[in-house]
């Protein structure tokens, strides 16, 4: 048997078409939610859009410090794994839910798959990359999806073997939810015309923890909506940093609750540009053509920036004030799919997995 594990929104995503491809190869599996995102619209929506089973465990952790949430995870997530004796767990991404359940699983020599393994942004201070670096070091099956994260495993030691250029589970979801996608009815809503908007989203923690750092970015994106409407679907996190830090946003954005995931890809593939602090959104506008200008110092998906529609601007929301109008009056970067962006990532994988189950 596999587990597999989610706990946070872009884990929903990339589980989705495994999760379908194990059930059409007869594989059992068995789905466990942490809990670490809880609200309709972070989760309980995208089970329901992408259809993926209902958790056959939900271990409720919720919100907390990274250590709270994880050794939570690691306490609970052992008896199930005593308990059903899988041949493999697989964890996906670079959240907390990710490393916490992987180390459980080694500890008790159980095999580890992580897809999405190898990124790097080699910054420490980013909660992600210790969650990446860690994650990969207990796992046995490494599935990667660009080029940067096989020359990071290489270089980290890693043997051969062990590695697996599957392409991106991501984006499995997106082709096939694409033509879904267009039904809704999101820009009707909000009153909004094809590639007539920007679309902004922010929730990193160093971008958005800290009253100065907010307030760059609010004060960026109320600067850019006097130019073009922004839609701002605003993370939680990010929410209740605005209201603490009393932030206030003007009134030509148009701020809405986090997206449940078709809505999303339709705002997204019909915006002008979008501006992110995201890991995820770097790789679907590059594969939408979007271009996708990120608030960050380093990305750890540099394919986006090398063939993507990708642009790093730095965190210094004065500077990307400063670079937004040149870049807006450039042509947009002309931009590829990277290598096995294909829709056949989690087929890959699975006819990998099928062999140790
Ligand atoms: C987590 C991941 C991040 C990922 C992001 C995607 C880690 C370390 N971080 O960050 O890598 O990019 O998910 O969204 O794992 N909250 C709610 N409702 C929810 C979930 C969260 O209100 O359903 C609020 C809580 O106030 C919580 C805060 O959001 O304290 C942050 O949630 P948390 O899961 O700790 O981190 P994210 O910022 O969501």
């Known amino acids: 048997m596999i587990i597999n594990v989610v706990g946070a929104r872009p884990n929903f995503i990339k589980i989705s078409p495994l999760i379908r491809e194990m059930n059409k190869n007869k594989i059992p599996n068995y789905l466990v939610h942490t809990g670490q995102h809880y609200d309709w619209n972070m989760s309980g929506a995208f089970f329901k859009q992408l259809n993926i089973p209902t958790p056959d465990k939900f271990l409720n952790v919720g919100s907390s410090s990274h250590a709270k949430q994880t050794s939570e995870i690691i306490e609970k997530f052992e008896k199930i794994c005593l ?8 964890v996906v991404g670079d959240v907390n839910s990710t490393i916490a359940c992987a180390l459980v699983a080694s500890k008790l020599n159980i095999k580890v798959a992580h897809v999405e393994s ?7 201070s980013m909660p992600e990359e210790i969650n990446r670096i860690l994650t990969d ?6 599935f990667v999806t660009e080029q940067s994260g096989l020359d990071n ?3 980290e030691g890693f043997t051969q073997n062990s590695i697996h250029f ?24 909000n009153n909004l015309e094809s590639k007539c908007y920007f679309l902004a989203t922010f929730h990193r923690a160093s971008n958005v923890d800290g009253p100065n750092e907010l307030s760059d970015i609010v004060n960026l994106i109320n600067k850019t909506s006097e130019n073009l409407p922004v839609v701002f679907p605003v993370h939680p996190r990010t929410k209740k940093q605005i209201m603490d830090f009393k932030l206030k946003l003007s009134g030509d954005v ?15 593939n019909h915006s002008k540009l979008v501006i992110t602090d995201s890991g995820g959104i770097q790789e679907e506008s590059t594969f939408l053509g979007i ?19 990708n642009i790093l601007v730095g965190s210094n929301m004065n500077d990307v004030g400063a670079k937004l109008p040149g870049i807006l009056e450039n042509e947009p970067k002309e931009n590829k799919i990277p290598p096995l962006w ?7 994988i699975v006819k990998i997995l099928k062999q140790f189950v």
């Open 153 to 155: 495993l290489v270089n």
């Open 342 to 348: 294909d829709g056949l990532a989690a087929k890959r």
């Open 83 to 90: 308990k059903l004796n899988p041949s493999i767990v697989l």
């Open 166 to 189: 599957v392409g991106n589970c991501m984006i499995d979801t997106l082709i096939e939810s694409l033509q879904e996608s267009e039904k809704s009815n999101i820009l009707y809503e």
């Open 137 to 142: 070091h207990v796992s046995d099956f490494l």
């Open 291 to 309: 271009p996708c200008i990120t608030c960050r110092e380093n990305t750890e998906r540099p394919i986006t920036i090398d063939i993507g529609t």
């Open 254 to 268: 148009i701020t809405l609750d986090p997206l449940p995931y078709l809505d999303f890809i339709k705002l997204l």
């Open 118 to 124: 190898g990124l790097r942004s080699f910054d420490k």
